[in-house]
């Protein structure tokens, strides 16, 4: 039998006690999606080891700072308020859909709880928001979100959602919108605040994360495009759009290809106009079409 994944439970289980925080029997079979009864008997195998996880008389478990190896442990693998400042700063530093950044997370993960996660890599002025929305998500709460921004219509207004997940870096949250009656990703720069409301989820059933493309447009249908880019073009592509750079090869010395499937014309479209002159569109021709409609519009508008 292989011990392996119970070993990892283990462990994961031994740094989330030795958190300085407190849960409930309950919370911690939750969190590790495990029986009490397993909770329990995990709690006595570190016992036997030599931690000290105090008899409860308010219900809360922990492991006590002052058990064997407990020092050893802290200090590996917790920060202290000046690292943890200088971490916050170094991530913060990295662009939001770097992939290095998303390791780094989930690293992270490895070794703390959602929350303070969330605390180190979302900016202060929306780490309110976060923290609402991840209670919604552990509880199955329905949300409004207070004056939410669309790009699309550049109104502001409340939506009734359904929030169960985050894209990378909590750039933005997946939920199901009640009103449209779909999934959605809603940038959490453009959510004012969020209201929890005390109505559990009624569409679980159809809540489903669709792909997102590099142009960070999201749908359930995907089309290879490919387009040939100068020096320039490719350079500017990497940088607007850093998970673009594993679908670039390079061509020769002045030119290079990006191959990838995207999930609507519009992000991609928007990136070809503004460089019309420094990227050849190969494929597909509905793109192309795509690209001709938008251009004809243009000169219609401001004609």
Same mark, same amino acid.
């Given at each position: ?16 006690l030795?958190? &300085?925080?407190?849960?409930?029997? #309950?919370?911690?079979a939750?969190?590790? %999606? ?8 995990y ?12 008899r409860?008389?308010?219900?809360y478990?922990?492991? %006590? ?6 020092r050893e ?6 920060f ?9 700063k170094?991530?913060?530093?990295? #662009? ?18 959602? %929350? ?13 928001n ?11 709460n329905? =949300?409004?979100?207070k ?8 109104e502001?207004?409340?939506?009734? =959602? ?17 009103? %449209?009656? !779909? !999934? ?17 989820? *009624?569409?679980?059933?159809s ?6 493309? =590099?142009?960070?447009?999201?749908s359930?249908?995907?089309t ?9 073009? !490719? *350079? ?26 995207? !999930? ?9 106009? &503004?460089?019309y002159?420094?990227?050849? =569109?190969?494929?597909?021709? *509905? ?15 401001t &004609?």
């Open positions: 039998m292989n011990d392996q994944p119970k070993l990892h439970q283990l462990l994961e289980m031994l740094l989330f030795s958190s &300085g925080l407190r849960y409930k029997i #309950d919370e911690i939750e969190r590790f %999606d495990i029986t009490t009864r397993t909770v329990h008997r709690i006595k195998t570190f016992r036997d080891a030599g931690f000290v996880i105090p409860p008389t308010d219900g478990y922990f492991i %006590d700072k002052n058990s064997p190896y407990f442990i802290s200090e590996l693998v917790h202290s308020r000046e690292e943890a400042v200088i971490l916050q170094a991530i913060h530093s990295i #662009d939001n859909e770097n992939l290095l950044k998303q390791n780094l997370v989930n690293k992270l993960y490895a070794l703390y709880d959602f %929350d303070r996660v969330a605390n180190t890599i979302v900016k202060k002025e929306y780490s309110e976060i923290h609402q929305l991840i209670q919604a998500i552990r509880l199955k329905q =949300v409004i979100l004056e939410y921004l669309s790009a699309n219509s550049n502001a207004r409340d939506r009734l =959602v359904e929030p169960f997940d985050f894209t990378t870096n909590y750039v933005a949250t997946w939920a199901y919108d009640v009103h %449209d009656r !779909c !999934c959605k990703t809603f940038k959490n720069t453009r959510i004012k605040s969020v209201h929890i409301l005390p109505n559990l989820w *009624e569409n679980e059933i809540h489903k994360k669709l792909p997102i493309d =590099v142009f960070r447009i999201s359930d249908r995907q290879e495009v490919t387009l040939e880019l100068s020096i320039r073009a !490719c *350079e500017l592509l990497k940088e607007e759009y850093p998970l673009a750079e594993e679908y670039i090869q390079q061509l020769n010395d002045k030119e290079y290809q990006f191959a990838a499937p995207v !999930c609507g014309f519009e992000g991609v479209a928007r990136f070809v106009m &503004g460089l002159d420094e990227i050849e =569109v190969i494929g597909p021709g *509905e793109l192309k079409k795509f690209l001709k409609n938008k251009a004809e519009k243009i000169l219609t508008d &004609g």
